[in-house]
């Protein structure tokens, strides 16, 4: 079945093949200006701002690719489309004209973020004697030449309908951008697109596309985001461009063929070269829905050129003719495919398969507002040189763009006036031969390919190469996606990863894969300076290095609390919730336990840590909570036979602290008659999770005198820092989402939020687990997370409650050296969407939650609570912040000797209305669901969680069914 071209609404689809490309280049360089596209729009009377809001924000609702972000997920770079928003417009009063200008050069040059959407700015400047201006900065990911007609005739019907105080009357497009990428994906992936690549990549292998000019002075730029770049304009006289469309009619060739020819012989004049390949960037809207809309469609083209100076410039373009006709099947086949497939057939590794390249195109007209726009230089070239011919009306101009590491400005001025002068001479006579016109050809061609990778000796891999090549075949290896080679046995330390047939994405998930495994990241620029086996093993030692410093010491303070402890601070000041954030661990110990050893062993571990030893004050005049850590230790207590142990546990436990005078933590060994227990309370303001596992484990390795402990840890040398600017990812990813889904409450809430809970559970069952995991984990790779979060939604949505959920999970943020033997909170609060709308399969809700879950983790440094004032800023009392829902994932505790089994707080204290944990007990999984008493009763919370194990068998039995 041949792909069909419709509109699919989706909001989260792969980029194109060209979109990856250009993001590619972006992450390598560090983010440049290289595929900016300003455009300068001088205006011809004051710009109504208010007007202009309106235009914008309709132009941007339009057109799905002027708000569109960009994200990597397991390997393949995805385009999210956001909610429309009016770009924000900054407004600058002007002197002159001829300042803007130059200001609108610089401003144009500024990066733009991919990550986050950015890809559209605007700038205006007011007040000029010469009129108002206009800076519209596109990135390139979002728009072509093209594009550039009708994004500026939208925003003039839409400017021209907001001054008369209305919308502006557009038909509906019939496809959007993602619909396109998603069509060509599946074009790519025919058997006609295949052939075509193999019998194109047959064409163009003997053929150099590394075209040396005269005048040349250094090799090809190593990152091509970060070539600087210059451009020099050659006006063709106007008798000139009166009658190049008469030549086009008397030779039957388009005047891009004119061009083409023209360009050719050019090169050939500074080459030397008689064949050799040119890139033609090409429009690439092969379908006539494509026509308005706004992207990233073009394609380069690499055509073959021939020359033979003996041929006339009217014998040139007709052979010229067949190549250029043949580029409009060519420009299905994506460019950075065609340079993988022709590289891995040449043995030459990752080199640029073209590095001049060859654009015509016809700019914009004006409008009754605004004179012709302007695409502002960026101060960056695309290739090592590239001729631009601009084709407004009768007015023809040659632009040559040119890398000045490579080329002087001589050299264009050469090129550029043989260009202007051959065409001259050709309008006049296209019969004389070419060598009439050119003269001598500049044989100048050398080997200028830059510094060939180090070549190694054939020897065994080392421990560390060994681990690099299994890295590559697990991607370009018969067991991962590309069949390319067999297994790491097979690679030498200077196997290529181009030559093996690899390319710059499938790069990216490599290095994703070695930061899994080995816990390094490793930027796509490092690997691509020498991209063997050699070179990653190199690179992986050099950041394993960097990342096995040792942490710094830390002093005891004062210093600022956590954005996390800033808030278990305030929430300890509301005398309601204050047990909900005390962190109980109660066990049993063994029979015939030495109390006394047992008393000293856990006073030695809580006088070890800094963080057990934190005293909390609020500094009124920065409005901030600071801490010590040199405040005396807490002391273990020693309760002998309570006369109500159950009674004297829940004081223990539930009793708040004083955080400013008393030691976070209190522990007591209360001794019955027929066992010893040993209650252990921090507040979460100064442990987590992990950190109860790290006490019980150092307790016990004192109390049997068999090991050494780790050195102790300040929380501050290890702990990750938030990143307020990940915040605003966070909140686009979350926007829409209900905030108070229609849970079943048997009771309303209250004033104040109750935190008292109880608990139900239920197992899987093993046999349904191995079905759930063979789909969830062994097909889409979810974890054990994922699927209680994706049982727990689609529960809930069965029960009427709605189809789009948020649910708070918590994040380790245990990722620095040193980490895992620290007591602290690292935790910081994520928020995972569980969105069941649009009726997607099991298989289909998986991947979202998946892939949300991932989103998640990316941004786990953004600050809890700036996401929560974001999109929750007027909750009440009587509920959480955000969300209702709480989800987690662990596995069976493993207790140490001399302890033998955990017991449950009595009462149990939680901070949201409904929490979910999944626990992995052996072949069996146990979903626990604690519930707040004040609103459910345990038939209700029964029923919720029967549901979700009732969604366990449909998914696991029935995984293409809708939950």
């Given at each position: 079945m041949s792909a069909e071209l419709r509109r699919r609404g989706e909001r989260v689809a792969p980029a194109s093949a060209g979109q990856e490309r250009l993001w590619l280049i972006e992450e390598t360089s560090g983010g440049s200006a290289t595929y900016n596209v300003p455009v300068f729009l001088a205006w011809r009377e004051r710009i109504d701002v208010a007007a202009l809001e309106s235009a914008l924000a309709f132009v941007v609702e339009r057109h799905e690719a002027l708000r569109t972000a960009y994200e990597l997920r397991d390997g393949q770079l995805l385009q999210i489309v956001r909610d429309p928003q009016t770009p924000p417009i900054e407004i600058i009063d002007a002197e002159s004209m001829a300042g803007v200008r130059e200001e609108a050069a610089r401003r144009g040059s500024e990066p733009l973020d991919l990550a986050k959407g950015t890809v559209l700015r605007c700038v205006v400047w007011r007040g000029s004697p010469d009129g108002d201006a206009l800076l519209l900065v596109v990135h390139h990911i979002a728009v072509d030449g093209w594009s550039l007609g009708p994004l500026l005739d939208d925003l003039a019907v839409a400017y021209d309908a907001a001054l008369g105080g209305k919308r502006p009357s557009a038909d509906e497009l019939p496809v959007q951008y993602a619909d396109f990428a998603v069509w060509d994906r599946a074009l790519a992936r025919t058997p006609d697109i295949q052939r075509a690549l193999h019998k194109r990549v047959g064409q163009l292998l003997d053929v150099s596309g590394e075209l040396v000019l005269d005048g040349c002075t250094r090799s090809p730029a190593a990152d091509e985001g970060r070539r600087p770049g210059r451009q020099r304009h050659f006006p063709v006289p106007p008798e000139v461009s009166a009658r190049v469309g008469q030549l086009s009619l008397s030779l039957r060739a388009t005047p891009f063929v004119l061009w083409f020819a023209a360009v050719q012989a050019t090169l050939y004049r500074w080459s030397g070269l008689r064949e050799f390949l040119v890139g033609a960037v090409t429009a690439n809207r092969n379908h006539p829905m494509l026509e308005r809309v706004v992207g990233f469609f073009a394609n380069t083209v690499p055509l073959r050129c021939a020359v033979d100076p003996g041929w006339s410039f009217a014998e040139l373009c007709r052979k010229a003719r067949t190549e250029a006709f043949g580029?409009?099947?060519?420009?299905?086949?994506?460019?950075?495919?065609?340079?993988?497939?022709?590289?891995?057939?040449?043995?030459?590794?990752?080199?640029?398969?073209?590095?001049?390249?060859?654009?015509?195109?016809?700019?914009?007209?004006?409008?009754?507002?605004?004179?012709?726009?302007?695409?502002?230089?960026?101060?960056?070239?695309?290739?090592?040189?590239?001729?631009?011919?601009?084709?407004?009306?009768?007015?023809?101009?040659?632009?040559?763009?040119?890398?000045?590491?490579?080329?002087?400005?001589?050299?264009?001025?050469?090129?550029?006036?043989?260009?202007?002068?051959?065409?001259?001479?050709?309008?006049?006579?296209?019969?004389?031969?070419?060598?009439?016109?050119l003269g001598e050809p500049a044989a100048v061609q050398r080997a200028t390919s830059g510094p060939a990778p180090r070549k190694r000796e054939s020897a065994p891999l080392t421990k560390e190469q060994r681990r690099a090549a299994e890295l590559f075949a697990a991607v370009l290896s018969d067991g991962g996606r590309y069949g390319v080679v067999g297994t790491a046995d097979e690679l030498t330390a200077d196997a290529d990863f181009f030559v093996l047939g690899g390319h710059s994405l499938l790069a990216v998930s490599m290095l994703a894969e070695a930061e899994r495994r080995y816990g390094v990241e490793l930027s796509p620029r490092v690997f691509l300076t020498d991209p063997t086996v050699a070179g990653l093993a190199e690179a992986l030692a050099a950041a394993e290095a960097r990342r096995d410093t040792p942490a710094a010491v830390i002093d005891d303070g004062p210093r600022p609390a956590t954005s996390a402890q800033q808030r278990f601070w305030l929430l300890d000041r509301m005398p309601w919730l204050r047990p909900a954030y005390l962190s109980p661990t109660v066990v049993e110990l063994a029979d015939g336990i030495d109390r006394e050893a047992l008393r000293r062993a856990v006073d030695t571990v809580l006088a070890r840590h800094p963080a057990l030893r934190s005293r909390f004050t609020l500094d009124r005049k920065e409005r901030r909570v600071h801490y010590r850590t040199d405040g005396p230790p807490a002391v273990t207590t020693v309760t002998e036979s309570p006369a109500d142990p159950r009674e004297h546990l829940a004081e223990i436990c539930a009793t708040p602290f004083d955080l400013a005078k008393e030691a976070p933590v209190r522990a007591d060994i209360v001794c019955l008659d027929d066992r010893t227990l040993l209650a252990l309370v921090p507040h979460h303001i100064v442990v987590d999770g992990w950190s109860a596992q790290v006490l019980l484990d150092q307790i016990a390795t004192v109390y049997r005198q068999d090991g050494d402990l780790a050195e102790p840890v300040h929380p501050a040398a290890v702990a990750e820092p938030v990143d307020a600017h990940r915040v605003e990812a966070v909140v686009e990813r979350l926007r829409g989402a209900p905030l108070d889904p229609p849970l079943p409450h048997d009771r309303p809430r209250g004033e104040l939020q109750s935190t008292r809970a109880a608990t139900v559970s239920a197992l899987i069952g093993e046999e349904r687990l191995r079905r759930l995991r063979q789909v969830a984990v062994g097909e889409l790779g979810c974890s054990t997370f994922v699927i209680a979060a994706t049982l727990m939604g689609a529960a809930l949505a069965r029960g009427g409650s709605g189809r789009d959920f948020l649910l708070a999970f918590p994040w380790s943020g245990r990722d620095s050296t040193g980490a895992a033997d620290a007591v602290g909170m690292f935790v910081n609060t994520l928020v995972l969407r569980v969105d069941l709308t649009g009726e997607p399969t099991w298989r289909e809700l998986l991947t979202r939650v998946r892939d949300d879950a991932k989103a998640a983790y990316r941004d786990a440094t953004a600050p809890y609570d700036a996401v929560v004032e974001t999109l929750h800023p007027t909750r009440d009392l009587g509920r959480p912040p955000l969300t209702p829902l709480y989800v987690t994932s662990a596995k069976e505790p493993d207790l140490p000797a001399p302890f033998t089994r955990h017991l449950a707080p009595d009462p149990l204290f939680i901070k949201y209305e409904l929490e979910l944990t999944a626990i992995e007990r052996g072949d069996d999984l146990e979903l626990e669901l604690a519930y707040a008493t004040a609103l459910f009763d345990e038939r209700t919370a029964r029923a919720l969680l029967d549901a979700m194990v009732a969604a366990a068998a449909d998914l696991s039995d029935h995984p293409d069914s809708q939950p």
């Amino acid at each position: 079945m041949s792909a069909e071209l419709r509109r699919r609404g989706e909001r989260v689809a792969p980029a194109s093949a060209g979109q990856e490309r250009l993001w590619l280049i972006e992450e390598t360089s560090g983010g440049s200006a290289t595929y900016n596209v300003p455009v300068f729009l001088a205006w011809r009377e004051r710009i109504d701002v208010a007007a202009l809001e309106s235009a914008l924000a309709f132009v941007v609702e339009r057109h799905e690719a002027l708000r569109t972000a960009y994200e990597l997920r397991d390997g393949q770079l995805l385009q999210i489309v956001r909610d429309p928003q009016t770009p924000p417009i900054e407004i600058i009063d002007a002197e002159s004209m001829a300042g803007v200008r130059e200001e609108a050069a610089r401003r144009g040059s500024e990066p733009l973020d991919l990550a986050k959407g950015t890809v559209l700015r605007c700038v205006v400047w007011r007040g000029s004697p010469d009129g108002d201006a206009l800076l519209l900065v596109v990135h390139h990911i979002a728009v072509d030449g093209w594009s550039l007609g009708p994004l500026l005739d939208d925003l003039a019907v839409a400017y021209d309908a907001a001054l008369g105080g209305k919308r502006p009357s557009a038909d509906e497009l019939p496809v959007q951008y993602a619909d396109f990428a998603v069509w060509d994906r599946a074009l790519a992936r025919t058997p006609d697109i295949q052939r075509a690549l193999h019998k194109r990549v047959g064409q163009l292998l003997d053929v150099s596309g590394e075209l040396v000019l005269d005048g040349c002075t250094r090799s090809p730029a190593a990152d091509e985001g970060r070539r600087p770049g210059r451009q020099r304009h050659f006006p063709v006289p106007p008798e000139v461009s009166a009658r190049v469309g008469q030549l086009s009619l008397s030779l039957r060739a388009t005047p891009f063929v004119l061009w083409f020819a023209a360009v050719q012989a050019t090169l050939y004049r500074w080459s030397g070269l008689r064949e050799f390949l040119v890139g033609a960037v090409t429009a690439n809207r092969n379908h006539p829905m494509l026509e308005r809309v706004v992207g990233f469609f073009a394609n380069t083209v690499p055509l073959r050129c021939a020359v033979d100076p003996g041929w006339s410039f009217a014998e040139l373009c007709r052979k010229a003719r067949t190549e250029a006709f043949g580029s409009l099947s060519h420009q299905k086949l994506p460019f950075d495919q065609l340079t993988t497939a022709v590289n891995a057939a040449r043995g030459t590794g990752r080199s640029a398969l073209v590095n001049v390249g060859f654009v015509h195109q016809a700019p914009p007209t004006g409008h009754a507002r605004w004179a012709p726009p302007s695409e502002l230089a960026t101060g960056t070239a695309k290739f090592d040189l590239m001729v631009i011919i601009n084709e407004v009306g009768d007015d023809l101009t040659v632009t040559i763009e040119y890398d000045t590491d490579r080329y002087s400005d001589d050299a264009c001025d050469r090129l550029g006036n043989t260009l202007v002068e051959l065409l001259t001479a050709a309008v006049g006579d296209p019969d004389r031969p070419l060598k009439e016109f050119l003269g001598e050809p500049a044989a100048v061609q050398r080997a200028t390919s830059g510094p060939a990778p180090r070549k190694r000796e054939s020897a065994p891999l080392t421990k560390e190469q060994r681990r690099a090549a299994e890295l590559f075949a697990a991607v370009l290896s018969d067991g991962g996606r590309y069949g390319v080679v067999g297994t790491a046995d097979e690679l030498t330390a200077d196997a290529d990863f181009f030559v093996l047939g690899g390319h710059s994405l499938l790069a990216v998930s490599m290095l994703a894969e070695a930061e899994r495994r080995y816990g390094v990241e490793l930027s796509p620029r490092v690997f691509l300076t020498d991209p063997t086996v050699a070179g990653l093993a190199e690179a992986l030692a050099a950041a394993e290095a960097r990342r096995d410093t040792p942490a710094a010491v830390i002093d005891d303070g004062p210093r600022p609390a956590t954005s996390a402890q800033q808030r278990f601070w305030l929430l300890d000041r509301m005398p309601w919730l204050r047990p909900a954030y005390l962190s109980p661990t109660v066990v049993e110990l063994a029979d015939g336990i030495d109390r006394e050893a047992l008393r000293r062993a856990v006073d030695t571990v809580l006088a070890r840590h800094p963080a057990l030893r934190s005293r909390f004050t609020l500094d009124r005049k920065e409005r901030r909570v600071h801490y010590r850590t040199d405040g005396p230790p807490a002391v273990t207590t020693v309760t002998e036979s309570p006369a109500d142990p159950r009674e004297h546990l829940a004081e223990i436990c539930a009793t708040p602290f004083d955080l400013a005078k008393e030691a976070p933590v209190r522990a007591d060994i209360v001794c019955l008659d027929d066992r010893t227990l040993l209650a252990l309370v921090p507040h979460h303001i100064v442990v987590d999770g992990w950190s109860a596992q790290v006490l019980l484990d150092q307790i016990a390795t004192v109390y049997r005198q068999d090991g050494d402990l780790a050195e102790p840890v300040h929380p501050a040398a290890v702990a990750e820092p938030v990143d307020a600017h990940r915040v605003e990812a966070v909140v686009e990813r979350l926007r829409g989402a209900p905030l108070d889904p229609p849970l079943p409450h048997d009771r309303p809430r209250g004033e104040l939020q109750s935190t008292r809970a109880a608990t139900v559970s239920a197992l899987i069952g093993e046999e349904r687990l191995r079905r759930l995991r063979q789909v969830a984990v062994g097909e889409l790779g979810c974890s054990t997370f994922v699927i209680a979060a994706t049982l727990m939604g689609a529960a809930l949505a069965r029960g009427g409650s709605g189809r789009d959920f948020l649910l708070a999970f918590p994040w380790s943020g245990r990722d620095s050296t040193g980490a895992a033997d620290a007591v602290g909170m690292f935790v910081n609060t994520l928020v995972l969407r569980v969105d069941l709308t649009g009726e997607p399969t099991w298989r289909e809700l998986l991947t979202r939650v998946r892939d949300d879950a991932k989103a998640a983790y990316r941004d786990a440094t953004a600050p809890y609570d700036a996401v929560v004032e974001t999109l929750h800023p007027t909750r009440d009392l009587g509920r959480p912040p955000l969300t209702p829902l709480y989800v987690t994932s662990a596995k069976e505790p493993d207790l140490p000797a001399p302890f033998t089994r955990h017991l449950a707080p009595d009462p149990l204290f939680i901070k949201y209305e409904l929490e979910l944990t999944a626990i992995e007990r052996g072949d069996d999984l146990e979903l626990e669901l604690a519930y707040a008493t004040a609103l459910f009763d345990e038939r209700t919370a029964r029923a919720l969680l029967d549901a979700m194990v009732a969604a366990a068998a449909d998914l696991s039995d029935h995984p293409d069914s809708q939950p």
